[in-house]
């Protein structure tokens, strides 16, 4: 099932309808950049509005496969993006609350001066593909759905930690299904936690909130990600994720913050 | 007037009521930094938990001094955090929406490990005191409510722009009011904008999104603050920043998505 049918909603009636397709998931939970897609793509009919801009997600509750409702309310309707919020709801309970603006990135203009670049990887042929084992459930079965390649020196599975709290790798969707910027939504949380390369006790880190801009439509071909903790402190840390195109442009950017294990 | 003063919150009977104070504008229209301070205690209030951990400001129309309510639903009460969202409504239009997680700073603990450190700057004596013109309406009015100290080198008023859209400086209240986690909401938007030391036309970057994680409470003392901006690109820019206590702590980051001058 492609990521466009597995994130696909019906907006013919308030609330909106989605499901939470099997195969999107960690250990049973459902991705969130996944979730994040649905409620995104419920958010953008409801706006009329084809983008997001900025998008904002508190996640709640982990999602297992089954239907899921969305009921985005239009918070303002100006002249270049509509602000909505949503609730992404469960069977039993709310799974994530979201707020985001949408637009048109077509529309959008203005002067251009970066000061990074996408990260140097090898090609993808020489990278480290993740790909799901479902007896040991790790790596997970989302993996499955994406063809991601982690760059040799953060690839903690085969070497070890690399001692850095970094993910680097490329990015595409199987079978030549095309990316666009809800795809984007997904990139910003499909990478391993950067805290498996941390010489730290290894754990999942559960999403507070994740915040992601979406800054261009993407050409096709590969997407070039680097996500990386500056942060880790007080019981919580930050994961920054910059999303690259084949032509060297960034097209989204995101933030999260997650909480560490306790001690 | 103090900040306290200034972002008090009447949470007796709901919608809560507040009232955005004179002199904390920039050409007359509220800093965005200090309407999402009064907007997060009404939100804590809501929540019964002391502290933002992570909140997102969608800003949809100016705030003028005068009367505004806040109608802070909770959307889930969870044993860390507890998540809101409200509106903070103006007499005529809603001035911002939210979405927050709030829990107790002082209760969480983890393990740490920090690969970066407070901007390196000349003492606040050495700094640049940004006083407000009234007469030139620039700095604007709400650089009074605050003792702010740019880096000599950002400094773009006295000298000239410095080429990169970088704003450092220190930042406390005056008459030693203290600084809590709704005063480094304010930290985190009270800065001139990045633009103004890129060579780029300047003009005002209106923001559409800003997000804030507030990593620990703040010692006593002067906060270090640094702001960045790597990306401005189709129209939009983020604006990373990272707010320092005196004992070199990271107390608070944030990033906000604002719109650049169209060509």
């Known amino acids: 099932m492609s990521f466009k049918i597995a994130t696909a909603v019906n907006s013919e009636q308030h609330p909106y309808t989605a499901a939470i397709a099997e195969g999107w998931d960690v250990v049973g939970n459902a991705n969130g950049g996944y979730l994040l897609a649905i409620g995104a793509r419920a958010m953008a009919a409801a706006a009329a509005r084809p983008h997001p801009i900025s998008i904002t997600a508190h996640y709640l509750s982990p999602g297992r496969p089954g239907p899921v409702t969305i009921d985005p309310q239009i918070v303002k309707a ?18 994530i609350e979201l707020l985001g603006s949408f637009g048109d990135l077509e529309s959008f203009e203005g002067p251009a001066r970066v000061d990074a670049s996408p990260p140097d990887m090898p090609p993808p042929e020489e990278c480290e593909r993740t790909i799901p084992d479902p007896e040991l459930g790790f790596p997970p079965a989302m993996m499955g759905r994406v063809d991601l390649r982690l760059h040799p020196d953060d690839a903690f599975l085969k070497g070890k930690p690399s001692g850095d709290p970094l993910m680097r790798g490329w990015l595409r969707f199987p079978d030549d299904e095309p990316m666009d910027p809800f795809g984007l939504l997904l990139a910003t949380d499909c990478f391993p936690p950067t805290i498996f390369n941390a010489n730290l006790p290894v754990a999942w880190t559960p999403t507070v909130e994740l915040t992601a801009h979406i800054r261009a439509i993407p050409e096709p071909g590969w997407l070039r990600c680097r996500f990386s903790t500056r942060f880790i402190s007080g ?27 306790q001690a």
């Open 235 to 261: 019981g919580m840390m930050e994961e920054d994720g910059e999303v690259w195109d084949s032509t060297g442009r960034l097209v989204a950017q995101s933030r999260q913050l997650a909480l560490t294990p």
């Open 78 to 95: 100006g002249r270049r993006l509509t602000t909505v919020r949503a609730t992404l709801q469960g069977a039993e309970k709310p799974l």
